[in-house]
């Protein structure tokens, strides 16, 4: 996704503050968190994720602060930024050419 897109879209723009809209970076795009649908959902944000967030909260969890606190803002950075390292690191290690892209 990035690699085409060009990495400083990624890292010099507001993307990486998805999350002030409830808003989780994942393999197939995001999860709006605020929405009803994740109320009753008790996975991880992404099961693959080892960051400390999809770790110890549900989306269930995320869903109810996210409509009322700021605290979900800064537990859904710490994963949307996880997951950007992670996606980045796999990119280059997969597709070294897309370092000169
Ligand atoms: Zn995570």
Not at 32 to 50: E, M, V
Request: hydrophobic share 40%; proline share 4%; net charge neutral.
């Amino acid at each position: 996704m990035y690699c085409h897109t060009g990495v400083d879209k990624v890292f010099f723009s507001d993307f990486p503050a998805f999350q002030r809209f409830g808003n989780a970076l994942v393999p197939e795009g995001s999860l709006a968190l605020k929405n009803k649908s994740f109320a009753d959902d008790y996975q991880p944000i992404d099961a693959h994720c080892t960051c400390s967030t999809c770790r110890n909260y549900t989306r269930a969890y995320l869903h109810t602060v996210a409509t009322n606190e700021a605290v979900a803002s800064s537990l859904i950075t710490v994963h949307n930024v996880a997951y950007q390292v992670n996606n980045t690191q796999w990119r280059f290690i997969s597709c070294p050419e897309c370092l000169f892209l």
